[in-house]
């Protein structure tokens, strides 16, 4: 269940330039908290900037009762929340539908791209936890070497990580989904993604040619966070045929690939 | 402390109430709000058919406000009375139901349907979403469509009708002296005001549907000018609405005249304001010396 929580801050970290990682202390939304939610930040006191901001939950550590957000500081909203070290954040969560894992899943490819990797990093957790780290492939790509996210603390976990760099300074040079499409070619079982746009219509594209099931996390403007506003439309393929609009903050943040229209 | 109001039939414990499309069906907020404290719960817009809405992106935050451009995306009229309201009715609070369409017929339609629905305690009609093509602004801008509108939901319906008026004309005042006239029971104000926002590095607007709402507490000296002109000029009960994020912005709109307020954009923010409201509320009669609300709306003329 959702909780609306006054959250002290525990920690705070600029992994990269320009992107934020905040820990704080929430034990009833870490405990709920499933990978590929996301938390409903105020960002700020007054009504400038208003709205809250969805940020997906990238680590939670359960039994320290700590949930950790990382985000690209893109406006306002985020440039106010990176300046927060200290103090009580408002926070509701967990929300939406994250990615589902299980027995069928293992044997899968997560590709993460740009500040997309952060919600990738609580499904690793996960997928860690349930034994299958070794199955796993990792594909993580960024502007440069300079920009990469979670790449040690994801080999920490035990999974082999590819990289891929726009200007080839850390891996491959390309795209990160050069890489997955050589990683397609092992008949993978399953694709989790979360990243640019471009990137993840390309995702969905080349798994609809390979045949391979995945699941991809969107990002969309936002105002409730709670399924009552309908602000956050994603077009979706219906299974019965047509396409219409499903609420990302409800219905997403993760759908399945062959359903998004992009 | 008597804080229950009569808004044009509809009795409601406390002035405070949930603005159309902010709230859902009112279910969504349940983790969040104790709904049985509200005074009424207004629902989403209601079409005759299910509609889809408009192309993303649908909002665009603004200083100290919002744009909106949802498109009245609704399940349509069937679900809302067959699978929505039996689950709303169980609460016990009363339900007002927004109802817009494309033409009279569509208004008529939708409330005589919604006519003796278990819960449905009124009926709010939208003659002034400025995000749909066709219908809504045109009848919100028109008086005489808009007398029209009244008319013909008035006479399918036995519910209280209030109607909610646009602040994107020039005659507000003489657009609630026609539907008062035409037989409103109360009229609700403000809908949202029109804007653009423009995406300067992408060189085009923000929104998919290019024009949008505005609301949020920018929008709030418009909203209450228009209940004070309004209640100068009308006796019908008032719900006032655009921008009320506490129960103080809440009060000036009681005193500008309004025997009810709607709370809107604040859900997004802080999703338990409207119960903060209502307690709010109750604390000022309290530390002023009022017993009775009634004696808070229109004071401010009286000053």
């Known amino acids: 269940m959702s909780q609306l929580v006054q959250a002290e801050i525990t920690g705070h970290a600029e992994p990269v330039p320009g992107v934020s990682r905040i820990e704080f202390y929430a034990p009833g939304l870490a405990r709920a908290a499933g990978p590929g939610q996301f938390v409903h930040v105020r960002c700020g006191e007054g009504s400038d900037p208003l709205l809250r901001r969805p ?34 954040l408002d926070v509701m969560g967990p929300l939406g539908r994250g990615f589902t894992t299980g027995q069928t899943r293992r044997n899968c490819v997560v590709v993460g791209g740009g500040i997309g990797a952060a919600p990738l990093y609580f499904l690793l957790q996960e997928l860690a936890r349930e034994g299958c ?24 976990l035990g999974f082999a990580v590819r990289v891929a760099t726009d200007d080839g300074s850390a891996g491959h040079g390309g795209p990160v989904t050069e890489l997955l499409s050589e990683e397609l070619q092992a008949n993978p079982g399953f694709i989790y993604a979360c990243g640019p746009v471009p990137m993840l219509r390309a995702v969905c ?38 396409e219409n609009y499903r609420r990302t903050c409800v219905d997403g943040p993760v759908f399945a690939a062959e359903e998004v229209v992009w | 402390m008597n804080t229950s109001v009569n808004l044009g039939g509809i009795k409601m414990k406390n002035p405070v109430t949930t603005a159309s499309g902010t709230f859902g069906f009112g279910l969504e907020y349940q983790p969040y709000v104790d709904l049985q404290r509200l005074g009424a719960i207004i629902v989403k817009g209601t079409t005759p058919k299910p509609r889809a809405g408009n192309p993303p992106p649908r909002i665009v935050e603004t200083p100290s406000g919002m744009l909106n451009a949802i498109g009245l995306q609704n399940p349509g009229v069937e679900r809302v009375a067959g699978e929505i309201m039996p689950r709303l ?44 093509k066709k219908g809504g602004i045109q009848f919100g801008s028109d008086p005489r469509t808009a007398v029209e509108v009244t008319r013909a939901v008035k006479s399918v319906t036995g519910l209280p009708v209030i109607v909610k008026l646009s602040p994107n004309v020039t005659d507000l005042v003489g657009m609630a002296e026609a539907v ?18 423009i995406d300067v590095d992408r060189r085009r607007p923000v929104l998919g549907n290019i024009t949008g709402g505005l609301s949020g507490p920018a929008v709030r000296p418009v909203a209450v000018r228009a209940v004070w002109q309004v209640y100068r000029a009308v006796s019908l009960p008032i719900l006032g609405m655009g921008g009320i994020m506490t129960a103080r912005d809440a009060l000036e709109f009681i005193l500008a005249g309004a025997t009810a307020v709607a709370v809107g954009t604040a859900n997004f923010v802080n999703p338990r304001a409207t119960v903060e409201i209502v307690e709010g509320i109750e604390t000022y009669m309290r530390e002023n010396g009022f017993s009775d609300i009634s004696e808070l709306v229109g004071l401010a003329h009286r000053a």
């Open chain 2, 89 to 132: 009715a169980e609460l016990g609070v009363p339900v007002i139901v927004n109802i817009a369409g494309d033409t009279v017929e569509d208004y008529a339609l939708v409330a005589r349907r919604l006519d003796g629905v278990p819960g449905v305690a009124g009926l709010e009609i939208n003659i002034s979403c400025p995000n749909v």
């Open chain 1, 55 to 88: 940020i997906s939950i990238h680590a939670v550590d359960r039994q320290a009762g700590t949930v950790k957000i990382m985000f690209q500081v893109v406006g306002k909203g985020t440039a106010w929340l990176a300046r927060q070290k200290k103090g009580l």
């Open chain 2, 180 to 197: 008062a006239e035409a037989g409103a029971d109360a009229l609700s104000m403000i809908n949202t005001l029109l804007g653009v926002v």
């Open chain 1, 133 to 156: 780290a070794r199955q796993v492939k990792v594909l993580l790509g960024a502007r440069n070497a300079g920009r990469l996210l979670i790449k040690e603390e994801t080999e920490r």
């Open chain 1, 205 to 242: 594209g080349m798994l609809e040619s390979a045949g391979v099931p995945g699941e991809v996390s969107v990002e969309e403007r936002m105002a409730c966070g709670v399924g009552a506003c309908l602000a956050c439309a994603c077009r979706v393929r219906e299974a019965a045929g047509g």
